[in-house]
């Protein structure tokens, strides 16, 4: 069964191609990948979001709960902080990347991805049980849009009874918007600056309507998931089912920054500490290409005959013009500069190995 967004009228009206995005019907585009993805780098793009999953804790021991659920550590966070971060299993394989925002002393929100918010709430529910603190599943109360790009600042703040100009990058506050309470985050998945505003049900279409309208008066456009898409892979952040998934660990993945290994307990604590001490056999690295032809996930990475990795996501960078991929690769080949290529349909195309992102906005 596909559940509709609850702005799945407000998307019709628009003429949005609509696509099955894990068991959700969301947008894919309004009208072209390109004009979408070009305005959330030059203006502004506004997404629906309402598929992610939201999961509000809240305890007198709330903050030690996720600190053990999560690779992190949840009660070091200031109030209206957000933290990016991680559920893994008890060998330290990756069951979903989440954001988390302090939303009180005894309160946080979980924001998990679609595909994987049943997973999180149960992790959650069960890991947070001998603690003092409750799980509640809150996807079905709440819609989330997504303004991103240069011009969000312009957009956003007006309408609200904030000053969104002070608020900092993965910070959040409560505030009005379109006569209703809302929560507003500085946070996004473009490599843009941008705002996330979580809205109750009931509101999300006169908080579309009104974001929409701001984003159309500064030149910027709806945008779909398939636009979502290519921006995040320009700004190498990594998505889960290609990058992430049960079989990588936050180290393979290059993101054992947001690992904290300084707690009493954790799940997968233990499996983690021993993976920090040695080197991933494969780490994700970034891939730049030559010509048109773009490598796509699945494609094998190849060197001197013998395949070395995988491509977990590839397109042609409508920013930079040249095709571009993230791809698990032999730690050993791991080093930018390095020549390899990819298999794509029996053609082995020269790419060479980069730092990521591939694009980094000006700030």
């Not at 900092?168 to 409560?174: A, I, Q, S, T």
């Not at 918007?177 to 109750?200: H, I, K, M, Q």
Request: hydrophobic share 45%; proline share 5%; charged share 20%.
């Amino acid at each position: 069964m596909t559940t509709a967004s609850p702005l799945a009228a407000a998307h019709a009206a628009l003429g949005a191609s609509m696509t099955d995005f894990a068991g959700w019907s969301m947008p894919l585009r309004y009208a072209s990948d390109l004009a979408e993805h070009q305005a959330v780098r030059t203006t502004a793009g506004i997404f629906d979001l309402s598929h992610m999953g939201e999961l509000r804790v809240s305890g007198p021991r709330a903050a030690q709960a996720l600190d053990h659920a999560l690779v992190g550590k949840p009660s070091t966070m200031p109030l209206g902080r957000a933290a990016y971060g991680m559920v893994v299993d008890a060998d330290g394989g990756i069951l979903d990347d989440v954001v988390t925002y302090r939303l009180g002393e005894q309160e946080f929100l979980v924001v998990a991805n679609a595909a994987n918010s049943g997973v999180v709430a149960r992790e959650l529910t069960t890991r947070c049980a001998p603690f003092d603190a409750v799980v509640a599943d809150e996807t079905a109360d709440w819609a989330l849009v997504a303004v991103q790009g240069p011009a969000a600042l312009a957009v956003v703040d007006p309408l609200t009874d904030a000053d969104l100009s002070g608020l900092g990058y993965y910070r959040c506050l409560p505030t009005t918007l379109a006569g209703s309470e809302v929560l507003v985050a500085r946070t996004g998945y473009t490599g843009e600056d941008g705002f996330e505003v979580f809205a109750p049900v009931a509101a999300a279409t006169a908080v579309w309507d009104a974001l929409l309208a701001a984003t159309r008066e500064h030149g910027g456009v709806p945008a779909g998931l398939a636009c979502r898409d290519t921006l995040r892979l320009e700004a190498g952040m990594p998505l889960y089912g290609h990058e992430l998934s049960r079989d990588v660990t936050p180290y393979a993945a290059g993101l054992g920054r947001v690992v904290k290994l300084d707690k009493d307990s954790g799940v997968g604590l233990e499996a983690l500490r021993e993976l920090s001490t040695r080197e991933p056999a494969r780490v994700l690295v970034g891939l730049r290409g030559t010509g048109r032809r773009a490598a796509r996930a699945g494609y094998s990475v190849v060197h001197d005959g013998s395949a070395v990795g995988v491509v977990t996501s590839g397109a042609l960078s409508p920013t930079l013009g040249f095709p571009v991929a993230m791809a698990h690769v032999e730690r050993g080949l791991a080093a930018p500069g390095t020549a390899l290529a990819v298999d794509v349909r029996g053609t082995e195309l020269p790419v060479e190995v980069v730092v990521l992102p591939f694009y980094r906005r000006e700030r």
